[in-house]
């Protein structure tokens, strides 16, 4: 019996061990111990310092119980001298931890200050984050422009988040850069954040949010601030014109036949922004007026597709064969989607043909700013 106990603390021991290795992984997209960022290392400095102190209580507390155990365990069977309170001990005890309270309080006073407190809006940018089952959608409101899934920051910039959400409780979470906020229904958060590298960043839904809760990321671009003005641009500028007759013209006429009423896809014309707010606001009145058979529901808006990286809100690399799949069946790739539920091409009868499907992906991969037009989205 002995000997069992013995091994079952050894193991989970062991496994402990393992775990906290693996969490403090700064390698690893998501771990919050490599900062990109002056909140997130903010954010790292007082968790480390908490964590220091925690350890040195650790250690006195642990050490003591230890040293006393032994040195004062049952010798014979006479009883020990019989004590009751011990004033000097008692005040030590409250004064203690009272002193490590305040040690860990002002830092972490002096930081809520310095994350809450937003900065000026008219010297930050200004995004705006919508959390669906289950994807980000993304929204620049002065710069006119809508995306999803796939968050384009400028570095050393002040960005306000305005956080929100369409249907259920979601949360925004950009580990390397900055912690949570919840994305609530009917009430707008705001996130204060700041990129100081370029890169591609990993972000992730942190709220519990239906089935497919642990396939609801997000990808984020940091770029250099000509880099970003660079992409502004081609966020505006059309896709070259298809050959007439090409896999990706027919592909382009069955997507507006089929796909077009859930997904935009020409945001870069002028004045599309608040037509595409306006949309998806009408998309989501039509869905919830019908659950059941609404063929209709706000969609990820898919203007220059063929630039993302990822697929089905950051789960699958953006290639052809997994975009055929994708299509072919989202729920083999994440199950539950809206799209797979209310999408008419998935009722029975109603089913594209292979061929169909390719030139459906093809199109969407063919949608890319052209090199040959300049901008032609101009204020
Ligand atoms: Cu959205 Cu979890």
Known sequence: MYKRIKSIIWVGVMFSLLLFAMACNSDSPQSTFDPHGPIAELQKNLFMFTFWIAVVVFIIVEGGIIYLTFKYRKKDDNLPVQTHGNLKLEITWTIIPAIIVVIIAIPTVIAIWETQVM??????????AVGHQWWFEFKYPTEEIVTANELHLPEDKDIIVKIGSQDVLHSFWIPKIAGKVDMVPNHQNQLYIKADEPGLYYGQCAEFCGIVHAMMRFRVIVHTQEDYQNWLDEMRTPPAKLTSGSDEDEGRKLFVGNCSMCHTYDSYKKGAYTKEVTSQYNRWEEWKN??????????PNLTHFGNRITLAA??????????????????????GTRMKNHASIYRDGNELSNEQINQIAKYLLSLKPSQESSATYNK
């Open 290 to 299: 019908d659950k059941e058979n609404s063929a209709i529901v706000s969609a």
């Open 119 to 128: 900065p000026e809006e008219e010297d930050s940018l200004v995004i705006e």
């Open 314 to 335: 950051g789960i699958k690399e953006n290639n052809l064969e997994n975009l055929i799949k994708w299509i072919e069946n989202p729920d083999e790739i994440k199950i």
